[in-house]
């Protein structure tokens, strides 16, 4: 991770994991976080925030480039989100016991993080693909009329 573009990604993610956790402690109590619960997010959100970015540094997500994202990439994000998800479960289990984390939490986390990584990617892929200057697939020279035979 030695290009300053990956920093920039890494704050992206970051900031995915944090408004995921954020959102779905709104969702699960029907966005009115009662106090007892906004401290243990305040608690908890940079726990989420680095196992994510470790796992995701070390899954090799920041090596990739966004703009040619593929459905392997997909399957290595979902790969990763599940194991970040994982490891912040595990740690949430083995400290609070759940007794005063909400389970529920959990399971709606995990579904928004990961669905706002791949369609963060994704969009950078619609992005390139279609409405950059700089398009992969933009051709500038002339094309020219070519007729197969046999």
């Not at 389970?103 to 706002?116: A, D, K, M, P, Q």
């Amino acid at each position: 991770m030695n290009d300053n573009k990956n920093i920039y990604l890494v704050v992206l993610d970051a900031s995915i994991s944090f408004f995921s956790l954020y959102l779905a402690f709104l969702l699960r109590f029907e966005f009115g976080i009662p106090d007892k619960f906004f401290q243990i997010l305040i608690y908890w959100a940079p726990w989420f925030i680095i196992t994510q970015a470790i796992t995701f540094v070390f899954s090799g997500l920041y090596k990739r480039i966004w703009r040619y994202t593929s459905l392997f990439d997909l399957y290595a994000i979902l790969r990763a989100s599940s194991i970040a998800c994982g490891i912040a479960f595990i740690l949430v289990f083995f400290s609070m016991r759940t007794s005063d984390y909400p389970r529920s939490v959990l399971l709606i986390y995990f579904i928004l993080n990961t669905l706002s990584v791949i369609s963060l990617r994704l969009s950078i892929r619609v992005y390139f693909s279609h409405y950059s200057k700089n398009r992969y697939n933009k051709n500038k020279s002339k094309k020219k009329t070519l007729l197969l035979i046999g």
